[in-house]
């Protein structure tokens, strides 16, 4: 049986490359279907580091709702001319080539910094709560700022979507 451990880290490589891949491409589309299987990789972690009530929320609003929104704000956008698509092809290699050795380097810090994800993903477990608010509040604040972090990040790429809409 394969280790706990190497699943994780297996998934959490394929998340980030998921998630710059999102990033750093051009069309639209590529960059919702990226935003989207970034998501369900985080789904999956979540209930993996035992936190079904977060993975459930992250599965159903943001790789479901904000990737189906996203897609349908897309198809209301033209398409870029060959010219316009190599130069911002060329743009956004020029402003994030730096990214994947930020990840990286960020990665190692808090690898060699961290406390074990065990004790962060099971600290809740043992106290006895009643309803999914006390647990949300109370026990899950990485939860909870991870999902309020996802949100925003999709309000801002709306905004970016209709705001080059407008120039373009």
Sequence with gaps: MIDDLVVNAALCMLMT?????TVVTVRLLRAAI??????ALLTIVMYRF????????EL???????????VSAITLTSRLSSDRLNQRESEVLRRFWFLPLLVIIAGVILYKTSIPIEIIAFEGKTAAQDDVRSIIWNTRH?????QIAILL?????VVLLFKERKHG
């Design 17 to 21: 490359a998921a998630a710059i891949w």
């Design 34 to 39: 990226g935003l989207a299987l970034t998501s």
């Design 50 to 57: 035992g936190s079904p009530l977060a993975a459930a929320f």
């Design 60 to 70: 159903s609003v943001c790789a479901g709702l904000i990737s189906v929104i996203f």
């Design 142 to 146: 990485l939860d909870l700022i991870g």
């Design 153 to 157: 990040a999709g309000a801002i790429g």
